[in-house]
C-alpha cells in the first residue's frame, strides 16, 4: 500500500519554543491531509484538514495561530506547533487520502511523540 | 455519548481463538474503517467498507449499514495479532472526517 512518513518520530523541546512537524506521502500525491492528535489511551482526534495550496480547515477547539499548517505540495504538509506547553505533549498523526474521492482510502503515518518540559 | 462505540475495551485471548470486535456508530455513514495500532503508536488501515463482507488473510470485516454496527473477526489468532484495534467512520456527505472509537486493546497470549 502507500506510503506516508513522518519527520520526527520523537521530539523533546522546551516550553516555548516552536515545533514543526512534516508529513510526506512517498508514493503518491495527496490532495488532502489530515492531523491528528492522540492523549493516552485516548481516540485519536482531527485538530485540522489540510488541501494543497489553500487554508487549512481546522475543527472547533482547535487553535489555528498555535497549531500552524502548510501543505505546499502535492506530497508533503506540515504542522509547527508554535510556543509549545506542556499540555501540547501529545502524539501527533498525520495521514493522507489517496485521491480526491472521501471513499479513498486513508493512509496514516507513523505519528511524531512531542513532549513539552 | 459518544458517535462510535466499540466492544470490548480490552480483550485477551490465547492463541488460536477466534476473535470478535464490535463497533456501533449512530451516525449516517458513508464508510466504515477498521485500523490497526501498535504499541509504538504507528496505525495501519485494515480495511475500508461501506456494505457486506471484507476478507483478507485471518481478518474479517463485516457492516450491517441498517443495523449501524460492524465487527471485525480474526480467525486463528496470533500474539503478533496484540495491538488496539480502532473502528473509524466517515461521514456522510462530501467531507471525509473520520470519527474515531476508543479502540479494543486485545492481547493474545502464546
Known amino acids: 500500500g502507500a506510503v506516508v512518513s513522518q519527520h520526527p518520530s520523537w521530539v523533546i523541546c522546551k516550553s516555548g519554543t516552536s515545533v514543526k512537524i512534516e508529513c510526506r506521502s512517498l508514493?503518491?500525491?495527496?490532495?488532502?491531509m489530515f492531523w491528528y492528535r492522540q492523549f493516552p489511551k485516548q481516540s485519536l482526534m482531527l485538530m485540522a484538514t489540510?488541501?494543497?495550496?489553500?487554508?487549512?480547515?481546522?475543527e472547533q477547539g482547535v487553535e489555528k495561530d498555535k497549531f500552524l499548517i502548510n501543505h505546499a505540495s502535492l506530497t508533503l504538509s506540515t504542522l509547527t506547533v508554535t510556543s509549545a506547553h506542556p499540555e501540547d505533549s501529545s502524539f501527533y498523526i498525520c495521514?493522507?487520502?489517496?485521491?480526491?474521492?472521501?471513499?479513498?482510502?486513508?493512509?496514516f503515518g507513523p505519528g511524531t511523540r512531542l513532549t513539552v518540559l | 455519548k459518544n458517535e462510535v462505540e466499540q466492544s470490548p475495551q480490552n480483550l485477551t485471548a490465547q492463541e488460536g481463538e477466534f476473535i470478535t470486535i464490535n463497533c456501533s456508530y449512530s451516525?449516517?455513514?458513508?464508510?466504515l474503517h477498521w485500523l490497526q495500532q501498535h504499541p509504538g503508536g504507528g496505525i495501519v488501515s485494515l480495511f475500508m467498507?461501506?456494505?457486506g463482507k471484507k476478507k483478507h488473510g485471518r481478518l474479517i470485516a463485516t457492516i450491517n449499514i441498517q443495523e449501524k454496527h460492524s465487527s471485525l473477526h480474526i480467525t486463528a489468532s496470533h500474539p503478533r495479532d496484540s495491538a488496539v484495534y480502532i473502528c473509524?467512520?466517515?461521514?456522510?456527505?462530501?467531507?471525509?472526517?473520520?470519527?474515531f472509537g476508543k479502540g479494543t486493546l486485545l492481547t493474545v497470549n502464546p
Open positions: 451516525v449516517g455513514i458513508s464508510a
Open positions: 473509524a467512520v466517515l461521514s456522510g456527505g462530501s467531507n471525509y472526517k473520520l470519527t
Open positions: 467498507l461501506s456494505s
Open positions: 508514493d503518491f500525491q495527496a490532495t488532502t
Open positions: 495521514s493522507a487520502n489517496s485521491g480526491d474521492s472521501p471513499y479513498n482510502e486513508q493512509f
Open positions: 489540510s488541501n494543497e495550496g489553500s487554508k487549512a480547515t481546522y
